[in-house]
C-alpha cells in the first residue's frame, strides 16, 4: 500500500516543509521519538521469537491474549520497552513466572522492570499479557486498526491493517521496524463459525469445545511489525502449485463464499505476477511460508505471506488507471503492487519509516515492469511516464528520521520515475536488472537504511548515482535541461538542481538518433547546429530553451 494515506503524511510533511518556502524542523511528541527511535530500552536487546496469543470476541469486539517475547541479550540493561496502543491495556507482564512491575511512558510504551540480571548473550523471554478493544480502524488500511464489519450472509468479518500506526495497535510488541523476529507463531482463537487466515503455514486448528477455534500460524521467516496480520472471517479456500526460481510454491487463496467464483477468474494474475517478478527481482522470498491472498474488507496490504485483497475484482486501482494512459487497465492493481512489496517491505525493509521509499517506490516501479513483462518496452515506459501527473513535488520523498514519519507521497510515482530515470543511466537493462535482483540477494531478509540501497545501486550499476538520489529524494526540484543556440552552438546545463548535479541525459538534435549529453551546472557547448532539441522522455527532468 498505501496511496491515500501517504498522501494524509504527505499534507503533514507538507505543512512542515512549505510554510516558509524553506524547510523548517517540524514538531513531534515524546509520543513520536519513543515510537520512532531505538531507544535505550530497545537497542540492548535483540528480538528473536514472538509467540502471540489472542481471542478475537467480534460482538465486543474485544482482544485478550498474550505476547510471548523471545530475546537476546546484547548488553546488560534492566528495562525493556514493550508498545501497547490504548484502548488496550497490559494487565500483567512476567519473566520466569514472576510477576514483573511496569511504568507507562506517554501513551504506548510500557516501560518494565526486569528483577533478573539480563547477562550478555544470554537467550531471555517475557510474557504480556493484555485486552481490551483496540483501536477501530476508520478508514482502512490508510487510518488503521481493527475492523470490524459483516460479511453479507451477516457472518463476522473482521481484518487488521496496521502500517505506520504500528502493530501495537492490537498486540503488545516491539514496534519498531529495525528489529525483525526471526521467526513467529501466531495462534487465534475465534468463533467456531469462523477462520482466521494469518501469515506463514497453518499448523493447526485446535477445537476448545467452548464454541471457538484457534488457528496456528507459524511464520519461519523474519517478519516486519505491520506485515503480521490476522483475517476473520467465514472463508472458503482453494488453492495451487506454482513451478518458480527456487521450486515448488504453494499459493492459497481464502474468499468469502459470495466472491470465489470471481477469484478463480482474477487470481490467474497471481502466477503472471510471480512470473514477471522472479524475473526481474528473484526468486519469491517466502517460499516456506508460501504465498496466499486473502479476501478482507479494505483495499488490500502488503501482508507478507498472506497479501490482503479487496479490489472488488476488478483491473486497475478499484477499476481506474492510475497512469491514465490505459496499460493500468490490463492488470489488477492490488494483487501486483502489493505482491510487488514481497520483494520490497518485505523481503528488503526500511529500518526507519522516513525511507519509506525503498518500499514504496520500487514497488511503484514493479507495476512499470509487470506490464513491460507482459505488452513491452513501451507499454512499461508509458505506463511510468504516465503517472507522473500524480506527482506534486511539494515536499521530500525521504521523511523525518527518528520519529516514525513516513515522507512525502511522492515517494509512489516520484520514486518509480527516478528508477526509470535511473534504468536510462545504466543503459544496460540486464544489467540493471541484475542490479534489482541483486539488491533483493544481498539484502535477503533485511532491515536497511536508505543508504545502503543508493550504495549498492550505484556500485552494482557503475554509475555514480548518489546525486541523482539526492535530487530526487531529499530535493522537491525536478532538474531543468537549459539550452541555448549561440553563433551556430548548442550550449547547455542542469539548472533549478542541487549544486554539483551533473546526470547524463539523451536528447535528439535535428531529428538524429536520441544520445547521451553529460551536462553539468555549467555551460558546455556542442559544435553542432541545433533548431529542432528534443528530450528522451524517459528521463524525468523538463527541457527549456532560453535566450
Ligand atoms: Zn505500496
Given at each position: 500500500?498505501?496511496?491515500?494515506?501517504?498522501?494524509?503524511?504527505?499534507?503533514?510533511?507538507?505543512?512542515?516543509?512549505?510554510?516558509?518556502?524553506?524547510?523548517?524542523?517540524?514538531?513531534?511528541?515524546?509520543?513520536?521519538?519513543?515510537?520512532?527511535?531505538?531507544?535505550?530500552?530497545?537497542?540492548?536487546?535483540?528480538?528473536?521469537?514472538?509467540?502471540?496469543?489472542?481471542?478475537?470476541?467480534?460482538?465486543?469486539?474485544?482482544?485478550?491474549?498474550?505476547?510471548?517475547?523471545?530475546?537476546?541479550?546484547?548488553?546488560?540493561?534492566?528495562?525493556?520497552?514493550?508498545?501497547?496502543?490504548?484502548?488496550?491495556?497490559?494487565?500483567?507482564?512476567?519473566?520466569?513466572?514472576?510477576?514483573?512491575?511496569?511504568?507507562?511512558?506517554?501513551?504506548?510504551?510500557?516501560?518494565?522492570?526486569?528483577?533478573?540480571?539480563?547477562?550478555?548473550?544470554?537467550?531471555?523471554?517475557?510474557?504480556?499479557?493484555?485486552?481490551?478493544?483496540?483501536?477501530?480502524?476508520?478508514?482502512?488500511?490508510?487510518?488503521?486498526?481493527?475492523?470490524?464489519?459483516?460479511?453479507?450472509?451477516?457472518?463476522?468479518?473482521?481484518?487488521?491493517?496496521?502500517?505506520?500506526?504500528?502493530?501495537?495497535?492490537?498486540?503488545?510488541?516491539?514496534?519498531?521496524?529495525?528489529?525483525?523476529?526471526?521467526?513467529?507463531?501466531?495462534?487465534?482463537?475465534?468463533?467456531?463459525?469462523?477462520?482466521?487466515?494469518?501469515?506463514?503455514?497453518?499448523?493447526?486448528?485446535?477445537?476448545?469445545?467452548?464454541?471457538?477455534?484457534?488457528?496456528?500460524?507459524?511464520?519461519?521467516?523474519?517478519?516486519?511489525?505491520?506485515?503480521?496480520?490476522?483475517?476473520?472471517?467465514?472463508?472458503?479456500?482453494?488453492?495451487?502449485?506454482?513451478?518458480?526460481?527456487?521450486?515448488?510454491?504453494?499459493?492459497?487463496?481464502?474468499?468469502?463464499?459470495?466472491?470465489?467464483?470471481?477469484?478463480?477468474?482474477?487470481?490467474?494474475?497471481?502466477?503472471?505476477?510471480?512470473?514477471?517478478?522472479?524475473?526481474?527481482?528473484?526468486?519469491?522470498?517466502?517460499?516456506?511460508?508460501?504465498?496466499?491472498?486473502?479476501?478482507?474488507?479494505?483495499?488490500?496490504?502488503?501482508?507478507?505471506?498472506?497479501?490482503?485483497?479487496?479490489?472488488?475484482?476488478?483491473?486497475?486501482?478499484?477499476?481506474?488507471?492510475?497512469?491514465?494512459?490505459?496499460?493500468?487497465?490490463?492488470?489488477?492493481?492490488?494483487?501486483?503492487?502489493?505482491?510487488?512489496?514481497?520483494?520490497?517491505?518485505?523481503?528488503?525493509?526500511?529500518?526507519?519509516?522516513?525511507?519509506?521509499?525503498?518500499?514504496?517506490?520500487?514497488?511503484?516501479?514493479?507495476?512499470?515492469?509487470?506490464?513491460?513483462?507482459?505488452?513491452?518496452?513501451?507499454?512499461?515506459?508509458?505506463?511510468?511516464?504516465?503517472?507522473?501527473?500524480?506527482?506534486?513535488?511539494?515536499?521530500?520523498?525521504?521523511?523525518?528520521?527518528?520519529?516514525?514519519?513516513?515522507?512525502?507521497?511522492?515517494?509512489?510515482?516520484?520514486?518509480?520515475?527516478?528508477?526509470?530515470?535511473?534504468?536510462?543511466?545504466?543503459?544496460?537493462?540486464?544489467?540493471?536488472?541484475?542490479?534489482?535482483?541483486?539488491?533483493?540477494?544481498?539484502?535477503?531478509?533485511?532491515?536497511?537504511?536508505?543508504?545502503?540501497?543508493?550504495?549498492?545501486?550505484?556500485?552494482?550499476?557503475g554509475k555514480n548515482l548518489s546525486k541523482v538520489f539526492d535530487q530526487y529524494l531529499r530535493d522537491i526540484r525536478?532538474?531543468?535541461?537549459?539550452?541555448?543556440?549561440?553563433?551556430?552552438?548548442?550550449?547547455?546545463?542542469?539548472?533549478?538542481?542541487?549544486?554539483?548535479?551533473?546526470?547524463?541525459?539523451?536528447?535528439?538534435?535535428?531529428?538524429?538518433?536520441?544520445?547521451?549529453?553529460?551536462?553539468?551546472?555549467?555551460?558546455?557547448?556542442?559544435?553542432?547546429?541545433?533548431?529542432?532539441?528534443?528530450?528522451?522522455?524517459?528521463?524525468?527532468?523538463?527541457?527549456?530553451?532560453?535566450?
Amino acid at each position: 500500500m498505501k496511496m491515500l494515506k501517504a498522501s494524509l503524511l504527505f499534507i503533514n510533511t507538507f505543512l512542515f516543509f512549505a510554510a516558509c518556502g524553506q524547510v523548517k524542523t517540524p514538531e513531534f511528541s515524546h509520543d513520536d521519538t519513543l515510537r520512532g527511535s531505538i531507544t535505550p530500552e530497545r537497542s540492548w536487546w535483540d528480538l528473536k521469537y514472538y509467540e502471540l496469543r489472542t481471542k478475537v470476541n467480534p460482538p465486543e469486539r474485544f482482544l485478550s491474549g498474550s505476547t510471548t517475547v523471545f530475546y537476546e541479550v546484547l548488553k546488560p540493561y534492566q528495562v525493556i520497552q514493550i508498545d501497547l496502543q490504548p484502548p488496550l491495556k497490559v494487565e500483567k507482564v512476567t519473566q520466569d513466572g514472576q510477576e514483573l512491575s511496569y511504568k507507562l511512558d506517554g501513551k504506548n510504551a510500557y516501560m518494565i522492570s526486569l528483577k533478573k540480571k539480563q547477562e550478555k548473550g544470554k537467550n531471555e523471554s517475557i510474557v504480556v499479557h493484555y485486552s481490551g478493544n483496540p483501536i477501530v480502524a476508520k478508514r482502512p488500511p490508510w487510518d488503521g486498526g481493527v475492523q470490524w464489519v459483516k460479511d453479507k450472509e451477516g457472518n463476522d468479518y473482521v481484518a487488521t491493517s496496521c502500517q505506520g500506526l504500528g502493530a501495537s495497535a492490537w498486540w503488545p510488541c516491539k514496534d519498531h521496524m529495525y528489529d525483525e523476529c526471526d521467526s513467529m507463531l501466531i495462534s487465534i482463537t475465534v468463533p467456531e463459525n469462523l477462520k482466521d487466515i494469518s501469515n506463514g503455514r497453518l499448523r493447526k486448528v485446535i477445537d476448545n469445545k467452548d464454541g471457538t477455534r484457534t488457528f496456528e500460524w507459524f511464520v519461519k521467516n523474519p517478519i516486519n511489525n505491520y506485515g503480521i496480520n490476522m483475517n476473520v472471517g467465514n472463508y472458503e479456500h482453494f488453492n495451487e502449485t506454482y513451478d518458480g526460481e527456487k521450486g515448488k510454491l504453494t499459493l492459497d487463496y481464502y474468499v468469502l463464499p459470495e466472491n470465489l467464483e470471481k477469484a478463480r477468474t482474477q487470481f490467474k494474475q497471481v502466477p503472471m505476477m510471480l512470473k514477471a517478478f522472479e524475473h526481474w527481482f528473484g526468486p519469491y522470498p517466502f517460499y516456506e511460508d508460501g504465498y496466499k491472498l486473502v479476501d478482507v474488507p479494505y483495499l488490500g496490504m502488503e501482508h507478507q505471506s498472506s497479501v490482503t485483497y479487496g479490489n472488488k475484482y476488478t483491473n486497475g486501482y478499484l477499476g481506474r488507471d492510475l497512469s491514465g494512459t490505459g496499460w493500468g487497465m490490463k492488470w489488477d492493481f492490488i494483487i501486483v503492487h502489493e505482491s510487488g512489496h514481497e520483494w520490497f517491505a518485505n523481503n528488503i525493509t526500511y529500518k526507519d519509516m522516513a525511507d519509506m521509499w525503498i518500499h514504496e517506490s520500487f514497488t511503484n516501479y514493479s507495476e512499470n515492469l509487470f506490464t513491460e513483462y507482459y505488452y513491452g518496452k513501451e507499454a512499461g515506459a508509458a505506463y511510468v511516464i504516465g503517472c507522473r501527473k500524480n506527482i506534486m513535488n511539494k515536499a521530500p520523498i525521504i521523511g523525518i528520521y527518528n520519529v516514525n514519519n513516513g515522507g512525502s507521497g511522492d515517494m509512489y510515482y516520484k520514486g518509480g520515475n527516478m528508477l526509470h530515470t535511473m534504468r536510462q543511466i545504466v543503459n544496460d537493462d540486464e544489467r540493471w536488472r541484475q542490479v534489482l535482483r541483486g539488491l533483493n540477494k544481498t539484502f535477503y531478509h533485511q532491515t536497511v537504511v536508505s543508504k545502503q540501497i543508493e550504495d549498492y545501486v550505484s556500485d552494482k550499476s557503475g554509475k555514480n548515482l548518489s546525486k541523482v538520489f539526492d535530487q530526487y529524494l531529499r530535493d522537491i526540484r525536478i532538474p531543468v535541461l537549459e539550452y541555448k543556440v549561440e553563433d551556430g552552438k548548442f550550449t547547455y546545463h542542469w539548472a533549478n538542481c542541487i549544486e554539483g548535479f551533473d546526470m547524463p541525459v539523451k536528447v535528439s538534435l535535428n531529428g538524429e538518433k536520441m544520445d547521451f549529453i553529460y551536462p553539468t551546472t555549467g555551460w558546455k557547448a556542442l559544435k553542432k547546429e541545433a533548431k529542432d532539441v528534443k528530450l528522451d522522455e524517459n528521463f524525468y527532468v523538463t527541457l527549456k530553451k532560453v535566450e
